[in-house]
Antibody, heavy 126, light 107 residues
Framework: QVQLQQSGPGLVKPSQTLSLACTVS??????????WSWIRQHPGKGLEWIGF???????YYSPSLMSRVAISVDPSKNQFSLKLSSVTAADTAVYFC??????????????????WGQGTQVTVSS | DIQMTQSPSSLSASVGDRVTITCRAS??????LNWYQQKPGKAPKFLIY?????QSGVPSRFSGGGSGTDFNLTISSLQFEDFAC????????????FGQGTKLEIK
């Protein structure tokens, strides 16, 4: 069973770049059909989709974060990463990595986040 | 972006109760709708895809339905471990937006 282990600093200074990594075990980031996602959750709030990278290298980002976000995959480390630049206090949140899988029903393909990392509390403060 | 609106925002119920949570999309998403369960301090858990298909291992007391813009998640007989927050997510169009969540509390 695939497991995702997050790593990265829990404290980032304003205007700096937030960098988080998610190491995959029990599976490969190069496996066809999967995508590698980041989601965040502001304190006491709901889930916010940040974006994902497909196994093929295509990326999709939230329009509200697109100018500051980058998701990348490193097959040599079996890992994928999030970089969010020019952070402010509004970026303080718990960040989750997740694997997106493809599920078939009635002849059609559906996407869902089926495995998640443990979450990383990131605080933006000087 | 497609907006997802859940109701109610919170719900109090007792063990054994039948509860239904609704999720409405701002435009038609066919049946590209997932449900997740999140407990405090934990990552979400994937429950349902394609609006009504249970992920492997999810108890049969959970069921989902709907298509187009209106969807629901029903728990037929609440168990203690079901008290959590539930989120819907559309995967029809990026960004794959989530509902704001429904907190299910013990009465």
């Amino acid at each position: 069973q695939v497991q995702l282990q997050q790593s990265g600093p829990g404290l980032v200074k304003p205007s700096q770049t937030l960098s988080l990594a998610c190491t995959v075990s029990g599976g490969s980031v190069s496996t066809i059909g999967y995508y590698w996602s980041w989601i965040r959750q502001h304190p006491g709030k709901g889930l916010e989709w940040i974006g994902f990278m497909y196994y093929s290298g295509s990326t999709y980002y939230s329009p509200s974060l697109m100018s500051r976000v980058a998701i990348s995959v490193d097959p040599s480390k079996n890992q994928f990463s999030l970089k969010l630049s020019s952070v402010t206090a509004a970026d303080t949140a718990v960040y989750f990595c997740a694997r997106g899988g493809t599920y078939y029903y009635d002849g059609r393909a559906y996407s869902a986040l089926d495995s998640w990392g443990q979450g990383t509390q990131v605080t933006v403060s000087s | 972006d497609i907006q997802m609106t859940q109701s109610p925002s919170s719900l109090s119920a007792s063990v054994g109760d039948r509860v239904t949570i609704t999720c409405r999309a701002s435009q038609s998403i066919d049946n590209y709708l997932n449900w997740y369960q999140q407990k405090p301090g934990k990552a979400p858990k994937f429950l349902i895809y394609a609006a009504s298909s249970l992920q492997s291992g999810v108890p049969s007391r959970f069921s989902g339905g709907g298509s187009g813009t209106d969807f629901n998640l029903t728990i037929s007989s609440l168990q203690f471990e079901d008290f959590a927050c539930y989120y819907c997510q559309q995967t029809h169009t990026t960004p794959y937006t989530f509902g704001q969540g429904t907190k299910l509390e013990i009465k």
